[in-house]
């Protein structure tokens, strides 16, 4: 059997760092992900341990690195940037997790992409990626956008990591290529690319 291959890898070929550069990009498409939907969704999550922010386009950070993304009331997405957080276990597809709570496909299906850097460069470089305003000002630590990043449809999360601003952006890995290719493009012109971290 092959090994996993993330949707981003060729997007990632293609560049390269360069000094001087104030980006760092990272493709987390193969790290591990999970979704639940319905009314009691979030009651259902915060039953397995989880403590975060309920509020719709909230996200939280939790103690093991764990991220829950709250898109709306009835719909959550679970990120494990470290690859060790405890992800709640959604079981089999089709199958209610309890009454009013549903497992979403959250795996190969999405693409995962980080974007982190000083908010002189993240500010410009978003500007021109994104159908909203994500200037750091404004789209604070915690904050979620459903938009558009290069003309598609992506969730944008901004969740800061030891005082770095990072951006997470999370869409549908069909488009992956696309968006990393248009990210990675505008992120070389509006300050340079100091790191690249692909999927592994």
Request: hydrophobic share 45%; proline share 7%.
């Amino acid at each position: 059997m092959s090994a996993r291959r993330s949707p981003a890898t060729d997007a990632f070929a293609a560049v390269t760092s360069t000094a001087g550069g104030v980006f760092t990009v990272a493709d987390l498409s193969l790290k591990p992900k999970a979704g639940v939907k319905g009314r009691a969704c979030l009651d259902w999550l915060a039953a397995q341990g989880l403590s975060f922010d309920h509020t719709p386009n909230r996200a939280t950070r939790l103690a093991d690195g764990a991220i829950v993304l709250v898109l709306a009331s009835n719909e959550a997405v679970l990120l494990d940037p470290t690859g060790s957080a405890r992800l709640p276990d959604t079981g089999p597809l089709g199958r209610p997790l309890a009454p009013g709570v549903y497992p979403v496909p959250r795996g190969p299906g999405l693409y995962w992409l980080t974007v982190s850097g000083p908010a002189a460069a993240l500010d410009p470089a978003f500007s021109r990626l994104a159908a909203v305003d994500l200037r750091t000002s404004r789209f604070t630590d915690g904050s979620i956008a459903q938009t558009q990043v290069a003309r598609v449809s992506a969730t944008v999360a901004r969740v800061d990591d030891g005082g770095a601003v990072v951006y997470h952006l999370v869409g549908d890995a069909a488009l992956a290529d696309h968006v990393a290719h248009s990210v990675l493009a505008v992120l070389a012109q509006e300050g340079g690319l100091a790191r690249l971290a692909p999927a592994a």
